[in-house]
């Protein structure tokens, strides 16, 4: 009975990981390059209440992350730090263990 359990405990533990894995999918990973985003531009999140449009707003579809912004003047630095920016959410996305690589960021 104990070999059974453990088999058990084992096989739920696998597929409580690959739905884990499954779950966090698109959106974790679009937060996840949002975040590196304003980290490295120092954008502050909007933490009221009542939503307003953040200054950085996107979304991640086929190995590309769509960018909306309205800041030209960020729409030409993101542009400019694109090859920077792509290595470091690449190595971010790869640091918390996904398998999933950024191939580019495109506007909206």
Known sequence: ???FNDHMNS???IMRKRLSQQ???KN???SII???LNHFYHIEK???VVREREVLEGYFKNDKFFIKTQDLSLRIQIFKDKRKLLELINEKLESV???QKITDL???
């Open 1 to 3: 009975m104990g070999v």
């Open 11 to 13: 096989f739920s533990d």
């Open 23 to 25: 779950f966090r999918g």
């Open 28 to 30: 974790m990973i679009g």
């Open 34 to 36: 949002l975040n590196e």
């Open 46 to 48: 909007n933490k009221t």
């Open 97 to 99: 263990g996904y398998q």
């Open 106 to 108: 495109y506007f909206k």
